[in-house]
């Protein structure tokens, strides 16, 4: 059993800054990559930011440079600092990681989401 347990959602100011946070805890051997994606009322869900374990980060356009994705491997969780944020970054933010666990299964989890919103 693993969980994605999010925090750090809410309601914000157009400009403002918000950190969201993905703890995962379980039967975990290791969190291979992770990532922060979202999902709009009547859109498709889309990757905003994603981290491998050696740190590589790749963004969606729409975030780069005002989103900055980053984890901490000894307390198994992962973070998203979202600066300059504007009313089309409303949207629920899931957690997603890669999980080996002790039997050595990959296996994909998500977090149950949290509420971005973002006021003009």
């Known amino acids: 059993q693993v969980q994605l347990v999010e925090s750090g959602g809410g309601l914000v100011q157009a400009g403002g800054s918000l950190r969201l946070s993905c703890a995962a805890s379980g039967n975990i051997f290791s969190i291979n990559a992770m990532g922060w994606y979202r999902q709009a009322p009547g859109k498709q869900r889309e990757l905003v930011a994603a981290?491998?374990?050696?740190?590589?980060?790749n963004y969606a356009d729409s975030v780069k440079g005002r989103f900055t994705i980053s984890r901490d491997n000894a307390k198994n969780t992962l973070y998203l600092q979202m600066n300059s944020l504007k009313p089309e970054d409303t949207a629920v933010y899931y957690c997603?990681?890669?999980?080996?666990?002790?039997?050595?299964?990959?296996?994909?989890?998500w977090g149950q989401g949290t509420q971005v919103t973002v006021s003009s």
């Open positions: 997603n990681a890669e999980i080996l666990d002790f039997r050595k299964v990959y296996t994909d989890y």
């Open positions: 981290i491998t374990s050696g740190s590589a980060t």
